[in-house]
């Protein structure tokens, strides 16, 4: 492995790369809820500048869920279970916020960006765990209120380097779209936010002086070729075990892993 990877790093990174691609099968976040917290982690370990630990694992997590996003939406779409209409919709919003969460990213300190993500994951979290039901007449927006939705998702995903999930899912529940085609399309959504996203992270960070060897703009390339690897191989074992579990029991995982991630963000955004 080039760029200096200690096989320890190696071993640590195929680790995560497994539990994100199974996440993001079994709950349509692309991963980036895991992968952005322990990455920061390990980036810190490695003696990273902190002021582009956070960026850049939140970058590296947004080009990984490039190809775990596709391996996840594969094992959804082959269950009938995406509901493409609904993602044709969202998508042109989602890429356009990608690319602008990019840049507002870029000018944020990194803990500001830390504190962000804590206080919007828990939030996410505690929508889930109240299981407050929707009004039965509320249906999903017309064409214009979509592409907002997706504006907004897509500038929230970016900032925090998730595949959407904990912003789509959410809102597609809330509009009465059951939970199981709430992460299969969240899961579909995936790409074109991380594709997005990815672009704007490496644009953002092209032009930065002292960056650390083996970087693409913000993207820590060993980390991105280790964990790929892994999460697309694990990705279609959790979009079987999402098809598995009952609403209650998917919402419940879903929120009780918000929680923990945002508990160590929080810690991350007063000690960067």
């Given at each position: ?12 990174l195929l680790l ?6 199974f996440?993001?099968?079994l ?5 980036g809820?895991l ?10 370990l ?13 970058a590296?997590?947004l ?5 775990t996003?596709i391996?996840s939406v594969?094992?959804h779409h082959q269950?009938g279970?995406?509901?493409?209409g ?8 989602i890429?356009?916020?990608s690319?602008l969460?990019a ?11 830390a504190?962000?993500f804590?206080?919007f ?8 765990f ?5 009004r039965p ?6 064409a ?7 504006s ?7 900032l925090?380097?998730a595949?959407?999930?904990f912003v789509?899912?959410p ?5 009465n779209?059951p939970?199981h085609n709430?992460v ?10 991380a ?13 930065l002086?002292g960056?650390?060897a ?13 964990v790929s690897a ?9 979009a079987?075990w999402?098809?598995?579990l009952d609403?209650?029991?998917?919402k419940r ?20």
């Amino acid at each position: 492995m080039s760029f200096g990877l200690e096989w320890q790093l190696i071993v640590e990174l195929l680790l995560l790369g497994c539990c994100t691609g199974f996440l993001a099968g079994l709950l349509g976040i692309g991963g980036g809820m895991l992968l952005v917290p322990f990455m920061t982690l390990l980036l810190t370990l490695k003696g990273f500048p902190n002021d582009y630990i956070v960026k850049m694992a939140v970058a590296t997590s947004l080009a990984t869920i490039c190809f775990t996003s596709i391996s996840s939406v594969r094992a959804h779409h082959q269950r009938g279970a995406v509901r493409w209409g609904v993602v044709k919709l969202l998508a042109p919003g989602i890429v356009v916020g990608s690319m602008l969460g990019a840049q507002i990213a870029k000018a944020l300190p990194s803990n500001v960006l830390a504190l962000f993500f804590a206080a919007f994951v828990s939030f996410s979290a505690t929508q889930m765990f109240r299981n407050k039901k929707p009004r039965p007449t509320r249906q999903l927006p017309p064409a214009p209120g979509m592409f907002g939705a997706g504006s907004g998702i897509g500038v929230l995903s970016s900032l925090v380097g998730a595949g959407g999930g904990f912003v789509s899912v959410p809102f597609m529940t809330w509009c009465n779209v059951p939970i199981h085609n709430a992460v299969a399309t969240s899961a579909a959504l995936g790409f074109p936010i991380a594709l997005a996203g990815t672009v704007g992270y490496v644009a953002a960070g092209w032009t930065l002086h002292g960056m650390p060897a083996g970087t693409l703009g913000f993207i820590y390339l060993p980390a991105l070729l280790v964990v790929s690897a892994a999460s697309v191989t694990t990705a279609p074992l959790g979009a079987r075990w999402a098809h598995r579990l009952d609403v209650q029991q998917l919402k419940r995982v879903f929120a009780g892993l918000l929680y923990a991630l945002a508990a160590y963000m929080l810690y991350k955004a007063f000690t960067v």
